[in-house]
C-alpha cells in the first residue's frame, strides 16, 4: 500500500479486477448484467462517467456511472476494505457527479439494499436522503 492513489476512467480491461473487488466488500451484490459483456455495453453507452482508483498495480476502488438522458444513477461504488475511511469512496463519487454534471442530469438516483446499514450510512454523510417507501436515495444536483 503506497498511498498513493490514482483515479481515472474505468475501462472494460479494469472489469476482472473490479469484480474481485466487488466480491470483497459487504453488501454489493453481483448480478444480471454485470458479467464482462454487460458491463462493456454499460460503459459504452456512457463514456466517461465510471471510475476506478488505483494504487501502483492494484485496483483499490470502483464505481460504475451513467445516465438515462434525465437521470444518473451509480451503480457498485466500492472501495477495498483496507482503504476505507480515507475518502476514496468519495473522491470516486465526487468524480462521478462532476460527469453527470457535464451531461446536464440534474438528479441521480442510486440503490442500497436494506441490510446494507454501513453502505446507507455512506451515502447519507454524502448528503443523499432516503426516499420514503422505497429502497432508492437520491441526489440534486
Known amino acids: 500500500m503506497s498511498g498513493n492513489i490514482n483515479t481515472r476512467e474505468f475501462s472494460i480491461n479494469d472489469y476482472d ?4 473487488l466487488w466480491q470483497r466488500v459487504e453488501g454489493l451484490e453481483i448480478a444480471e448484467g ?3 459483456e454487460g458491463v462493456a455495453q454499460f460503459l459504452a453507452r456512457n463514456p466517461g462517467l465510471s471510475r476506478v482508483a488505483t494504487d501502483g498495480s492494484e485496483t483499490v476502488g470502483v464505481a460504475l456511472c451513467s445516465h438515462d438522458g434525465r437521470r444518473g444513477h451509480i451503480y457498485h461504488l466500492a472501495v477495498d476494505p483496507t482503504y476505507q475511511g480515507r475518502g476514496l469512496g468519495k473522491r470516486l463519487l465526487d468524480e462521478c457527479l462532476d460527469g453527470l454534471r457535464r451531461t446536464g442530469v440534474k438528479r441521480v438516483i442510486i440503490m442500497v439494499a436494506d441490510d446494507n446499514p454501513r453502505g446507507r450510512e455512506f451515502w447519507k454523510r454524502c448528503g443523499w436522503e432516503e426516499i420514503t417507501g422505497a429502497i432508492t436515495m437520491g441526489i440534486d444536483l
Do not use: G, L, P, W
Request: no cysteine; net charge negative.
Open 34 to 36: 454485470d458479467d464482462r
Open 17 to 20: 479486477a473490479a469484480v474481485e
